[in-house]
């Protein structure tokens, strides 16, 4: 299962765990994939000519350690939680990429050519996300500054998004290191966040809207602080703060 070297390809389609454990060669895949390609991928090279699943340069089912090196080149559309736990690496995206792009990433980079869905850079650490587009920005990640970054030989303006800033940062030479997610300026996005005085003034729940959370927090699948928070900041518009999530989840399950 574990390729180390030589170059393989698959003249059609393949089920899951395609390429999972790489350290070496090359596999190219002539058509889609299913989920948990590439997974704990730790070197070598995964072309997919098609479509991927969910789950792409991941980490296996209760481990943290996802993608750690060599590079995954999908040229359609991938599903959800691709770059899961990321370490290290590169993933490259033609197409569009799910939700839950780089939850937990601790490294690496990926970059999407189309457009991704909300929720990117979930609990991020490290490394970095180039987007042609956004749908939704996580409240947890601030606009920083604007950057010309050469992608595959061409320069392209970028806005520049640090965080997740409801997680824990280490520190470089005094400077604290963030996540970064860059989001194409010369594309057209969905929906993205800027600073806004009209978010910064709206930081607190009104009583109907914590009624309605009461109603609503049993039957989210995921209770935890960003969840909670990122539903809170796309139903209401209203950016809290981890600690007040904290809060509001404790007096919820009262």
Do not use: C
């Not at 393989?8 to 596999?27: F, H, R, S, T």
């Not at 995954?72 to 995206?93: A, L």
């Not at 970095?128 to 010309?148: C, Q, T, W």
């Amino acid at each position: 299962m574990k390729m180390t070297a030589g170059e393989v390809e698959i003249l059609g389609n393949a089920d899951m765990y395609v390429g999972a454990w790489m350290a070496g060669g090359k596999l190219v895949v002539k058509g889609n994939v299913d989920s948990f390609a590439g997974i704990a991928m730790t070197g070598g090279e995964l072309i997919i000519e098609g479509n991927a699943r969910n789950y792409i340069g991941a980490a296996y089912r209760g481990d943290w350690r996802g993608m750690q090196g060599g590079k995954i080149v999908v040229k359609g559309n991938v599903g959800s939680d691709v770059g899961s736990n990321m370490n290290g690496g590169t993933i490259e995206i033609g197409g569009n990429a799910d939700v839950h792009l780089a939850t937990h990433a601790d490294g690496g980079k990926i970059i999407v050519k189309g457009i991704a869905k909300g929720r990117v850079g979930g609990q991020m650490v490290k490394g970095e996300i180039y987007l042609g587009g956004i749908e939704r920005m996580m409240p947890s990640f601030k606009y920083d500054h604007d950057e010309d970054v050469e992608i595959d030989g061409k320069k392209t303006n970028f806005q520049v998004y640090l965080g997740d800033l409801g997680e824990r940062h280490g520190k470089r030479k005094g400077e604290i290191i963030y996540g970064k997610i860059y989001v194409s300026t010369g594309a057209a996005v969905v929906e993205k966040s800027k600073p806004s005085t009209t978010l910064e003034r709206r930081s607190k729940l009104t009583d109907k809207q914590t009624a309605q959370m009461k109603e609503v927090y049993p039957t989210l699948k995921d209770s935890s602080l960003q969840t909670v928070r990122a539903y809170i900041f796309e139903n209401f518009g209203v950016d809290l703060k981890p600690m007040q999530v904290s809060r509001l989840i404790d007096s919820l399950k009262r």
